[in-house]
């Protein structure tokens, strides 16, 4: 039923590994730690950010520097969130934490190779020698998402309310800051490898928008365990109950939905788009 994502996904892992080799022996030490933690993970924000691209005329080729690059960003944002100076995880996807393998200074650092190199994947390919002015939106958008303005807020925030019970208004800002902003940065960044019009980017912009309230609840869904006391204090469940939360998710998708149905009125192909909302259901069901 989702036989593209398990493509796209190989396809992405394919092209990070390729992307993070050492050229000379002086890297041979921070691409190890670099490679550790990006050559996995779900792919979600790079899947979208191909597809996109793809709908709007652009070649899996041609936008996979932009993929790289929000999976960089992806990968350096999790090593950082697992620091004890942070969210203090020593696992990570079945396996020790960046910190726990390599010490807290090698894993800072790798974040921070994984961090600028999102910049140098998209800056330096082939595609911004030919497109220039779709690299340069590209990093703006990539910019904008995923520093002060979105992601690191997001988590500035998240790390304030941590030990106090927060608002419904403000953990939605959270949410939206801390997650919702990098999946918008990976819409956004297929629309630019494609040279989208502002009207399409503003449609594809609303569908990350329900997508990625729909992720972050489910995910705190699939956190739970059915005890209010032991969950997080800035978990969806915590704030507004399971039964809300299943039913916000819910909504979030047929939000996500309604702007697919306008790509549809304009003559684009959506059905992966649809198909990736399926998956985020399936997840909220646990079949997938």
Sequence with gaps: MFSFIDKDKRLIDEAMSTELVASCSNEDEIIKFMRYSALEGKRLRGILTL?????????????????????????????????????????????????????????????????????????????????????????AILSKF?????????????LEAAEKVVSAEKLSVIHSLKTTALIKAAVLLGCAAAGAEDELCALVENYADGFGRAFQM??????????????????????????????????????????????????YSTEVFYGLLDFLTARMEKKV
């Design 146 to 158: 995923a520093g002060y303005r979105g992601m690191v807020a997001g988590q500035v925030m998240d």
């Design 218 to 267: 489910i995910d705190d869904l699939l956190d739970f365990n059915g005890d209010y006391e032991s969950c997080e204090l800035n978990s969806y469940v915590k704030v507004h109950g399971e039964e809300k939360t299943r039913a916000d998710a819910q909504k979030a998708i047929a939000d996500a939905r309604f702007a697919l149905s306008e790509l549809d009125k304009r003559g």
């Design 51 to 139: 597809e996109f691209a793809k709908t709007f005329g652009c070649s899996y080729g041609e936008a996979m520097p932009y993929a790289i690059g929000v999976e960089c960003i992806q990968a350096y944002s999790l090593i950082h969130d697992d620091l004890p100076c942070m969210d203090d995880d020593d696992m990570r996807r079945g396996k020790p934490s960046s910190h726990i393998a390599f010490g807290e200074a090698n894993a800072l650092l790798a974040g921070d190779a994984l961090l600028t190199h999102a910049f140098s994947a998209i800056s330096e390919s082939p595609s911004a020698i030919e497109h220039p002015e779709r690299a340069v939106k590209a990093i």
